[in-house]
T-cell receptor, first 111, second 115 residues
Framework: AQSVTQLGSHVSVSEGALVLLRCNYS??????LFWYVQYPNQGLQLLLK??????LVKGINGFEAEFKKSETSFHLTKPSAHMSDAAEYFC?????????FGTGTRLKVLA | DGGITQSPKYLFRKEGQNVTLSCEQN?????MYWYRQDPGQGLRLIYY???????QKGDIAEGYSVSREKKESFPLTVTSAQKNPTAFYLC??????????????FGPGTRLTVL
């Protein structure tokens, strides 16, 4: 069975600093992995996805993630945080018919 | 514009009343999903449907019911049997016919508050 663990329910960074949000997965088959962003009282928007084509995946808004099979990780990064990045971020893995989501990481950006 | 709509955005109901949340999509997707979101718990799957006239229970189906009579529509009813219905409800869809584009698309959500 697949599962996802997001380390750190809250992360704070200064504006302009590196953003690193951690996601580890468990899967018995090659996984499909996703990162979504959610702004308050809104739905989820896809940031990027890994579908085995390339281990370094670039997404929207300057975010990227690297798939590391040896570490079972799919961490999300952005070189320079912007105030507009403040939101909640979810990592997810696709099962046969269902998607399994992590518990989310709320990113706070300090001026 | 193609997308998913959920209505209403905010919903208030008295305890013991059934309430139906609407989800409509014009993306021509076969698969649709309902999630419940509570603070600190991520998204939990309530029901999903892979095709019209078929649906399956998710991880927390007790106290909820759904129907899938049309491809575009997947309404969720929160019944009086649901012990703690106050939450943010998200609807999603996906085109299972494409392996490459296998992400879910989400609606804007409905916040249900039971008084």
């Amino acid at each position: 069975a697949q599962s996802v663990t997001q380390l750190g329910s809250h992360v704070s960074v200064s504006e302009g600093a590196l953003v690193l949000l951690r996601c580890n997965y468990s899967s018995s088959v090659p996984p499909y992995l996703f990162w979504y962003v959610q702004y308050p009282n809104q739905g989820l928007q896809l940031l990027l996805k890994y579908t085995s084509a390339a281990t370094l995946v670039k997404g929207i808004n300057g975010f990227e993630a690297e798939f590391k099979k040896s570490e079972t990780s799919f961490h999300l990064t952005k070189p320079s945080a912007h105030m507009s990045d403040a939101a909640e971020y979810f990592c997810a893995v696709k099962g046969t018919y269902k998607y399994i989501f992590g518990t989310g990481t709320r990113l706070k950006v300090l001026a | 514009d193609g997308g998913i709509t959920q209505s209403p955005k905010y919903l208030f109901r008295k305890e013991g009343q059934n309430v139906t949340l609407s989800c409509e999509q014009n993306l021509n997707h076969d698969a649709m999903y309902w999630y419940r979101q509570d603070p600190g718990q991520g998204l939990r799957l309530i029901y999903y449907s892979q095709i019209v006239n078929d649906f399956q229970k998710g991880d927390i189906a007790e106290g909820y019911s759904v129907s899938r009579e049309k491809k575009e529509s997947f309404p969720l009813t929160v019944t009086s049997a649901q012990k703690n219905p106050t939450a943010f409800y998200l609807c999603a869809s996906r085109d299972p016919g494409t392996v490459k584009n296998n992400e879910q698309f989400f609606g804007p959500g409905t916040r249900l508050t039971v008084l």
